[in-house]
């Protein structure tokens, strides 16, 4: 049965209300993790997968449909993505839609030499590696008792294999890990690797005074640097894209600032989100969400995907709820 909906009625680009278009997926596979990270999973739960967890089938019609609104970019996220084993499939299917150009993923990196191989032969084109600190006993501290040297093996590995551009994502919190910050700036002299530092967002639903005392403005941040190592060279970058790229003289690689609270940057959103429950969220920062199953568990799951994203569309916000909040979920179920 042909479960493709007719292309003459179908939009040739998603666009929300306030003109924004919307071109790249974020898919949250699971909300299970191996790190409890303060910024994500600051009470260490073990997140089960969720009653209607996404499946194979579902991810492949969910990219299916959106490429047929012209997203051309699928990042597969979790929790900790490769704790799906069925990722590698999910994969492949993506890189083989018409329309799909990037296949990404956003990992802590512990899994990553293990199952390289198979991600490469599904089509794996970059790698986003978080990474808070490099001295193991801010890193332990940042991420509930993880193993640094792991998460580096992982990086160079990432090198080696020509994944660039190759990024790491650091979450700068006040009191954990700003005293790594020159440290993580240090690794773009070394090698050209891409470190954005990223301001802490109250996805995490602790108390209001912890987050306010443990929050690191990118300025700060952005100073810090500039201290160490003198006034950074601006790279120009794509205008959607979150981050404000910048460069130390002479170094490989490059330095990002992503302030989505002091300097955000609604405005040029371009992204959707999959929840690993079938949830469509057109925010991160906004609990409004569509519920999607009846969509994928339709006799035309493509064409009932297709309505709900544009809904989603239609819905998104002018600007995510970026004060501090108790959110109906948190970071680590929402997916990065």
Do not use: W
Not at 51 to 72: E, P, T
Not at 188 to 202: A, G, Q
Not at 224 to 239: R, S
Not at 284 to 303: H, K
């Amino acid at each position: 049965m042909n479960l493709e909906p007719s292309t003459s009625l179908i939009p040739n680009a998603l666009i929300d209300r306030f003109g924004r278009i919307i071109r790249d997926l974020r898919i949250s596979v699971t909300p299970r993790c191996n790190y409890h990270c303060t910024y994500c999973d600051p009470l260490g739960h073990t997140h089960p997968e969720p009653a209607g967890v996404l499946s194979v089938r579902d991810v492949d019609h969910f990219v299916r449909a959106s490429a047929l609104l012209g997203l051309d970019a699928a990042r597969f996220t979790g929790g900790e993505p490769l704790l799906r084993k069925e990722l590698p499939e999910m994969m492949a299917n993506a890189a083989a839609t018409p329309g799909i150009k990037d296949i990404a993923i956003t990992t802590n990196g512990t899994l990553f030499r293990r199952r390289h191989k198979e991600l490469l032969e599904a089509g794996l084109n970059r790698v986003n590696i978080s990474l808070d600190a490099i001295d193991q006993t801010v890193f332990a501290k940042a991420t509930g008792g993880g193993d640094v040297k792991v998460v580096l093996d992982a990086i160079d590995l990432a090198l080696e294999l020509n994944l660039h551009p190759v990024k790491i994502n650091a979450v700068s919190i006040r009191g954990i890990n700003d005293n790594e910050i020159i440290n993580m700036a240090r690794l773009s002299l070394e090698k050209p690797l891409h470190v954005r530092f990223i301001e802490y967002m109250h996805l995490n639903n602790s108390q209001l005074e912890v987050y306010k005392n443990a929050f690191l403005p990118g300025s700060e941040a952005k100073a810090m640097i500039e201290q160490e190592f003198g006034t950074l060279e601006v790279v120009p970058t794509d205008p959607s894209s979150p981050a404000r790229v910048f460069k130390i003289a002479g170094s490989q690689g490059s330095i990002g600032f992503i302030n989505p609270i002091s300097e955000p940057f609604c405005g040029a959103c371009s992204r959707m989100r999959l929840t690993a429950d079938r949830k469509v969220r057109a925010c991160l920062l906004t609990d409004r969400e569509l519920d999607a199953g009846a969509a994928f568990d339709s006799q035309n799951p493509i064409e009932g995907i297709i309505d709900v994203l544009l809904e989603a569309a239609h819905r998104k916000e002018r600007m995510g709820d970026i004060l501090p909040k108790i959110r109906e979920r948190t970071m680590v179920a929402i997916g990065g």
